[in-house]
């Protein structure tokens, strides 16, 4: 069993920056596909971010430009960079690991509890 614990979470003036970490357990963390989901009140859960073991990285497109995706194996942690943030990515943000599969597809196998990320105007 994989956990995954995200944290970095606030409140944030539009136009700020925050940094979202995630630690995942397991000697395997550098296999993973790591991604960044996040899910605002009354709305789906939508991808953000991820990237593979090989360092590819994929992004939605209302993030590109603003966010990015890290990860250090040797921490077994993943970050997400988010700058220039606006209203609308409040959201609870979630991060997740899957050892196959579509990158931007929510089926990965391990979720964390999610970390809230508010942004007032």
């Known amino acids: 069993q994989v956990q995954v614990v995200e944290s970095g979470g606030g409140l944030v003036q539009a136009g700020g920056s925050l940094r979202l970490s995630c630690a995942a357990s397991?000697?395997?963390?550098?296999?993973?596909?790591m991604g960044w989901f996040r899910q605002a009140p009354g709305k789906e859960r939508e991808f953000v971010a991820a990237?593979?073991?090989?360092?590819?990285?994929r992004y939605a497109d209302s993030v590109k430009g603003r966010f990015t995706i890290s990860r250090d194996n040797r921490k077994n942690t993943v970050y997400l960079e988010m700058n220039s943030l606006k209203p609308e990515d409040t959201a609870v943000y979630y991060c997740a690991a899957r050892t196959a599969g579509l990158m931007t597809s929510a089926d990965y196998d391990y979720w964390g509890q999610g970390t809230q990320v508010t942004v007032s105007s």
């Open positions: 990237i593979m073991w090989s360092g590819n990285r």
């Open positions: 397991g000697r395997t963390f550098s296999t993973y596909t």
